[in-house]
């Protein structure tokens, strides 16, 4: 009896087991049957996309929920308070200069513009900032208008300089691009500061614009110099293609006592070009440079290429090469040069200005870098499609006399507009050794740099 009964319960028990299973299965496909509950998606996920980007993206939605107060998720609020940070840390960096620059200065119209920035007149609101009272006389003297009119010049120089846009040799990662960027930054600072220091080192040169103020705000640097309204040489060349021989000649000796000037300071100006000499007073264009009972006064500019002279245990030589490839000296290119080397860039402008082109190549404008440096390394100077003549007059041979040169006597080939002391100075400024090239200071005491001056 016992074990029928408990053979029934278990066969009761198995029969219950299989009707609640039954239902559960019914319950299960009644579940299905049922419309589909449409789950509330966020607006801002992309629902509409198909693939394994949707599921990321709606999970990310649906489960990072905006914070409150906010219309953006998590995910997207943390970018934009990045984006926001970047902008707040735009400044590259801060020179500890005044940042009053338009509380001191009014500015007036743009005067010119380069790689380097961009120049606008100004008019002083306020005492300058580093001139000091000698400069303020010495310019008096000269007969400048500059501390009576308050007219200066304000160079912006952006923080943040352009990059060039070289041939790429490989693809650069996103960590590389950033550190070149720094890279740039961080030279444009040294640039900066360094050129301020050059300018304030030469305010007892009176053949030096003279720096007035250093200023900056967030994105630019500010120079405050004087101003040279009669434009740069280069302009002045393109108008006249040449110069006399006097007016070379005192640009000529303002330059040569300028570099001399740098040399002792102890650096280098290392870009000597006609861009980087400004006339300081308009140049009446209808009169003869020759009648005119005033010199032609010039003044070095732009110190950015500036450096200062080598370690003395490696005799003072310099390394990096900077300025105009067209001026360079040939010991430039070779990566080991001194203060010779302005001598030599000092040499190519003379020649420009008394023979209308540089001395090797006939268009430097349409010259590759290849042909430039086998025009300095390689090419000889000549005078009117003549070779060096070394008969025709020494500057050292004091038995000869420049009152035998007649300036309207022309050789066979029309070499008659340089007078033969003019060709030796060049000859021996652009002595390829620089150790047998003339020196600056002995460059000023040639008889022809002598004869033209005041």
């Known amino acids: 009896m016992v074990g029928h009964a408990t053979t029934t319960t278990t066969t009761t028990t198995r029969m219950l087991a299989d009707r609640l299973s039954c239902s559960g299965a019914g319950a299960s496909r009644s579940r299905v049957a049922l419309p589909r509950q449409r789950a509330s998606v966020a607006p801002w996920s992309t629902r509409h996309r198909r693939g394994p980007t949707y599921s990321v993206v709606a999970t990310r939605a649906l489960t990072e929920l905006p914070s409150q107060g906010s219309g953006l998720p998590e995910w997207d609020k943390d970018k934009r308070d990045a984006e926001a ?256 080397a302005d001598v030599w860039s000092c040499g190519m402008m003379l020649y420009e200005m008394l023979v209308g082109k540089l001395p090797f190549w006939d268009d430097i404008e349409s010259c590759t870098p290849k042909q430039v440096h086998k025009g300095v390394m390689r090419g000889k100077v000549s005078f009117a499609g003549k070779a060096r003549q070394y008969d025709v007059y020494d500057s050292l041979d004091g038995s000869q006399s420049l009152d035998s040169w007649d300036a309207e006597e022309c050789d066979a080939e029309g070499n008659c507009g340089i007078s033969p002391e003019a060709q030796d100075l060049i000859l021996r400024m652009l002595d390829k050794n620089p150790a047998s090239r003339i020196t600056a200071e002995q460059a000023l005491e040639h008889p022809w740099v002598k004869r033209w001056r005041h």
């Open 85 to 340: 940070g970047a902008a707040q840390q735009d400044e590259a960096f801060t020179l500890g200069w005044p940042r009053t620059l338009h509380e001191c200065y009014e500015l007036g119209e743009e005067i010119g513009r380069g790689s380097f920035g961009v120049v606008h007149k100004a008019r002083e609101r306020w005492p300058v900032q580093f001139t000091s009272v000698n400069a303020h006389a010495r310019v008096a003297n000269a007969g400048s208008d500059l501390l009576e009119d308050q007219r200066f010049a304000v160079k912006s120089i952006p923080k943040r300089p352009k990059r060039r846009t070289r041939r790429k040799r490989f693809v650069q990662g996103d960590e590389e691009v950033k550190r070149n960027q720094e890279r740039l930054v961080r030279r444009q600072r040294e640039k900066l500061l360094g050129e301020v220091a050059f300018m304030v080192a030469l305010d007892d040169c009176p053949h030096s614009v003279q720096l007035v103020g250093a200023y900056e705000d967030k994105t630019h640097a500010h120079l405050v110099v004087e101003l040279c309204s009669g434009g740069d040489l280069k302009r002045l060349l393109r108008k006249r293609g040449t110069l006399t021989e006097r007016e070379a000649g005192e640009i000529t000796e303002t330059a040569l006592s300028f570099i001399s000037h740098c040399h002792r300071k102890g650096f280098v100006f290392s870009d000597v070009k006609p861009a980087n000499f400004m006339v300081k007073f308009k140049l009446d264009e209808e009169t003869n440079a020759e009648d005119s009972s005033h010199p032609l006064v010039v003044k070095g500019i732009d110190f950015g290429c500036s450096q200062r002279l080598g370690d003395p245990e490696e005799h003072n030589m310099l390394t990096k090469r900077t300025g105009t490839p067209a001026y360079w000296a040939p010991e430039v290119f070779m990566r080991y040069y001194n203060h010779q």
